[in-house]
């Protein structure tokens, strides 16, 4: 999995981030221990739920 950053979240819909959230949790389930693959997905799920909540927290 490649990782998905910030900038890219921020032009997604919040039902797009959930389906991202799903396909990187996925991908965490997937992987070997200590690969880029895993760190690529567990840095993707921080950055998502990151964007999740910092639309929550929005005025």
């Not at 490649?2 to 959930?18: D, G, I, M, N």
């Not at 997937?30 to 929005?58: C, D, H, P, Y």
Request: charged fraction near 25%; proline fraction near 2%.
């Amino acid at each position: 999995m490649r990782l998905v950053t910030k900038f890219e979240l921020a032009a997604k819909s919040t039902y797009q981030l959930h389906g991202l959230h799903k396909e990187a949790f996925i991908e965490l389930i997937k992987s070997n221990a200590r690969t880029l693959q895993r760190t690529n997905a567990l840095a993707s799920l921080q950055n998502i739920e990151n964007e999740l909540v910092s639309r929550v927290l929005r005025p």
